[in-house]
C-alpha cells in the first residue's frame, strides 16, 4: 500500500494502531473492574439484607434459602412494587447502586479524557511535522520560482506525497537546465555579435578611408586603382567573416545535418586543397600528399573537405617559402585518423591552448594572414561529426593536426 511508504504517514498509523490496542486493553481492564466492583456491591447488599432478617428473628435456613433463590414470583415483583423499590425506583434510594454509578462515571470519565489527550497529542505531532514539510517545501518553490535552485525538495522516503517531490524536483532540474541553455544561447549571441562588431570595425574603417582617397584624388588613376584594389581585399575580408562566423553559428546551434557517405579519402583531400595548390605554387611552398588511395572514410564531404581546407590554409599561413605541407592517413580497426603537418614556425606553448577560440591571434603572428576563425570553424565540422582535432606543435619545427574518426562497422 502506497500510502504506508510515507515515514510520517506510517508513523501516525502505527500511533493509531497502538491507540486503539491502549483502548482496548483500558475498556478491558475496565469491565474487569466493573465486574469486581458489582460483585462486591451484591456482597455488601446481600450481608446487609441477612443482617436486617436476622434482627427481626427470621431463621438463617430461610434468609439463606431467600438468598440463594433464583425464581421470581408475581407476589415478590408486587411487595417490591408496594414498597416503591421497584424498576421506576430513583437511584438515590438505592444506596449500593448509586455508589456504583458514581463510581462507573468518574472512571469513566477519567479514562475518556486521558484517551482523548493521547489521541489529541498523537494528532497535534503528526499535523505538526506535517505542517514543517509544507512550510520547508512551499519555501523551496519560491526559490525555484524566483530562480534559486540551491535547494532542493526532500526526495529521501518513500510515499505518494514524495513521489509528487521528485517529480517537482525532475520538472525543476528540466526547467533550470532551459534557463541555463538559454543564459548561455543568449551570451552566445552577444558574444558572437560584439566579436562580428568588432571584427568588421577594421575592414570598415580601411573602406571609409579608402572611399575617402580615391573621392579626393578621382584624376590619380593609379592612386584609384591602388585604393579600389585594397578596397576589394577588405570587401573579401569582410565577407569571409561573415561566412566563417554564419557557419559556425549554424553548426553551433545545430542547424546543419552532416549528410555521411562513403568516400575515398584521396578524392577528400584533393577535393580539400583544390583552391589552395595554386596559392602554395604561388608562395613557393609544397603541399605534399600521401596515403593509401583506396582506404575509404564514412563523413560529409563537403564539409569534412572544409575542415581540412582551412587546416591546410592555416599551415600555408604559417610556413616560409620553400615549406613543406605534408598531409597523411591511416586508419584501424576502431580508428581513421588524418594528419596534416608543416614545417612552419610552429605555436608557443602558451598558445597550443587557445587556437580553437574564435579570433584568438598569437601575438606571435599578427604578420601572418586569417581572421582566427579557421581552426574554430575546422573543430566545429570535425565535432559535429563525432570525431576530434588535436595538434601538436613545437616552435621552429612545425606543427601536426590530428584528425581522428571512430570506425564504423
Not at 484517551?115 to 523551496?140: C, E, P
Not at 574603417?205 to 584624388?217: F, K, R, S, T
Not at 564514412?298 to 605534408?326: F, P, S, Y
Request: negative net charge; contains cysteine.
Amino acid at each position: 500500500m502506497s500510502l504506508c511508504r510515507d515515514k510520517q504517514v506510517k508513523g501516525f498509523l502505527l500511533f493509531l494502531l497502538s491507540f486503539a490496542l491502549l483502548l482496548l486493553s483500558a475498556g478491558t481492564i475496565f469491565a474487569v473492574y466493573q465486574v469486581n466492583d458489582a460483585e462486591a456491591m451484591w456482597l455488601t447488599h446481600d450481608e446487609a439484607v441477612a443482617s436486617s432478617l436476622l434482627e427481626q428473628g427470621v431463621s438463617k435456613e430461610t434468609i439463606v434459602t431467600a438468598l440463594m433463590n433464583t425464581e421470581i414470583s408475581g407476589g415478590g415483583r408486587s411487595l417490591l412494587a408496594a414498597a416503591g423499590l421497584g424498576k421506576q425506583t430513583e437511584i438515590s434510594m438505592r444506596p449500593f447502586l448509586n455508589q456504583f454509578q458514581q463510581s462507573t462515571l468518574c472512571m469513566t470519565l477519567c479514562a475518556g479524557l486521558f484517551l482523548l489527550f493521547v489521541l489529541a497529542i498523537g494528532i497535534f505531532v503528526f499535523l505538526r511535522k506535517r505542517q514543517r514539510l509544507y512550510q520547508q517545501v512551499d519555501k523551496v518553490l519560491t526559490n525555484y520560482i524566483n530562480g534559486d535552485y540551491s535547494c532542493h525538495l526532500p526526495q529521501n522516503y518513500e510515499g505518494g506525497i514524495f513521489q509528487i517531490f521528485s517529480s517537482v524536483e525532475q520538472l525543476a532540474t528540466m526547467l533550470q537546465s532551459k534557463n541555463e541553455t538559454e543564459h548561455k544561447a543568449k551570451e552566445f549571441l552577444k558574444d558572437t555579435i560584439s566579436d562580428i562588431s568588432h571584427q568588421l570595425k577594421t575592414p570598415l574603417a580601411a573602406l571609409a578611408m579608402y572611399q575617402e582617397i580615391v573621392e579626393n584624388e578621382p584624376d590619380n588613376a593609379e592612386t584609384v586603382r591602388q585604393f579600389v584594389a585594397k578596397m576589394g581585399i577588405s570587401l573579401k575580408r569582410m565577407e569571409q567573416l561573415i561566412l566563417s562566423m554564419l557557419k559556425i553559428t549554424r553548426l553551433d546551434t545545430g542547424n546543419i545535418v552532416f549528410e555521411k557517405n562513403k568516400c575515398r579519402v584521396s578524392e577528400l583531400i584533393s577535393h580539400s586543397i583544390n583552391e589552395l595548390t595554386t596559392r602554395a605554387k604561388n608562395e613557393n611552398k609544397e603541399i605534399q600528399i600521401e596515403g593509401d588511395d583506396e582506404q575509404q572514410l564514412i563523413c560529409d564531404m563537403e564539409w569534412t573537405g572544409e575542415a581540412i581546407g582551412n587546416i591546410v590554409k592555416n599551415a600555408l599561413d604559417h610556413t616560409q617559402a620553400g615549406g613543406i605541407v605534408r598531409i597523411t592517413w591511416d586508419s584501424t580497426p576502431a580508428m581513421f585518423r588524418i594528419f596534416i603537418s608543416d614545417n612552419g614556425n610552429g605555436i608557443a606553448p602558451e598558445d597550443i591552448h587557445h587556437i580553437f577560440k574564435r579570433f584568438y591571434r598569437s601575438k606571435h603572428s599578427l604578420d601572418t594572414q586569417g581572421i582566427g576563425l579557421g581552426l574554430p570553424l575546422a573543430k566545429s565540422i570535425i565535432k559535429g561529426q563525432g570525431g576530434i582535432i588535436s595538434a601538436q606543435s613545437e616552435v621552429g619545427n612545425g606543427t601536426t593536426f590530428t584528425l581522428s574518426f571512430l570506425t564504423e562497422l
